[in-house]
């Protein structure tokens, strides 16, 4: 267990402020290890990392990097027993990053949570991480970061350049933003698609299906999330492209019982993936067109609206451009 201040800064005094959040870690007993500790990082923001370290030990690293290194996995702040807790964001999305959540859920969750809130950014975790170092009495760590991992990894590295032996980075996550459009993998979509198509032979265009599918029911959000989720570890993709053609005919049987399935799939509880914690980081990480968290809610949605509006269809292909309501959050 490892015992952190909640305001590592103390810019806020006070005595909601002055707790302490414990942390769990998980630890390999060579504290020896000839080449130092080894953090491996999850993802998320909002996963757990001390219930994967079986996994981690067994699947993922290699036997002689376990005799090389002090495997160490930490819950980062607002996860696993100390996940924040927000039910309706929680029910919602699960363990999905894309899923479009109902009105009024994203606010419900920031009152639960509370001023509290603002100290669960990826600053807090690097600040959690060199406190960890400290108290494993080491000058260096190495990483082993995926997806969020990797953008918790590299901002410890740019903020303590000294202080890091190496990184390992796996399914990155560019250091200076968290693309807030999602701009990257929509552009991607198309080319995934046809990479699909090609792999297994069929004769149709999938990401022009998937632009008529959009266009017919608006639905690129939820299509989005679904493709997304399919592409993450072993990719299961390879009924998507029939799906989609059988829905540009008419037919959504086969499509919608896919949507269905993975929304399933994702239902997570908040130990699982904290989807508390990932409102909290996202809103307090992201500089969007919006701006920052400190930007006043009422003129974000225009902001915004005004950003995806300025996009060309082609940037958005094979999802559709759409100019967001001013009501919408």
């Known amino acids: 267990m490892l015992t952190v201040p ?59 990097v376990l005799r ?5 996995l930490i819950d980062q702040r607002g996860t696993g027993g100390g996940a924040l807790q927000c039910p309706q964001l929680q029910q919602a999305m699960g363990s999905s990053d894309l899923t479009v959540p109902p009105t009024g859920a994203v606010q419900a969750c920031a009152q639960a949570i509370g001023e509290r809130r ?32 990797t953008f918790v990894a590299e901002r410890y590295a740019i903020t303590h350049p000294d202080r890091v032996s190496r990184l390992v980075l796996d399914s990155i996550v560019p250091h200076d933003n968290l693309d807030p459009l999602e701009l990257a993998g929509i552009t991607r979509t198309a080319d995934v698609l046809r990479m699909v198509c090609k792999e297994i032979g069929c004769t149709t265009d999938p990401a022009q299906d998937l632009s008529e599918v959009v266009r017919a029911r608006h639905d690129g ?18 009924d998507i492209p029939a799906a989609l053609h059988d829905a540009t005919r008419g037919d959504y049987t086969g499509l919608d019982a896919i949507v269905a399935a993975e929304r399933q799939n994702q239902a997570a509880e908040a130990d699982e993936l904290s989807q508390g914690l990932h409102a909290s980081t996202m809103c307090e990480d992201l500089h969007g067109p919006w701006g920052d968290a400190a930007t006043p809610v009422a003129g974000r949605a225009a ?8 996009l060309s269809d082609a940037a958005v292909f094979p999802y559709e451009r759409r100019r967001l309501p001013t009501g919408s959050r």
Do not use: C, M, W
């Open 118 to 149: 603002q100290f669960f950014t990826t600053a807090d975790t690097v600040a959690d991480l060199d406190e960890l170092r400290q108290a494993l009495g080491v000058d260096k760590l190495s990483f082993d970061g995926v997806s969020y991992g």
């Open 221 to 238: 959000p939820e299509l989005y999330d679904t493709l997304t989720s399919l592409s993450v570890g072993q990719p299961r993709l390879t």
């Open 68 to 72: 090389d290194y002090r495997l160490v």
């Open 6 to 64: 909640l305001d590592h800064a103390g810019l806020h005094p006070g005595p909601k402020l002055a707790e302490q959040v414990s942390l769990q870690v998980a630890i390999a007993d060579n504290v020896d290890a000839p080449r130092g500790v080894l953090i491996f990082l999850t993802g998320g923001p909002g996963q757990p990392g001390v219930p994967f370290a079986t996994l981690v030990a067994s699947q993922l690293l290699d036997p002689a």
């Open 303 to 310: 902001a915004t609206g005004a950003a995806v509006a300025g």
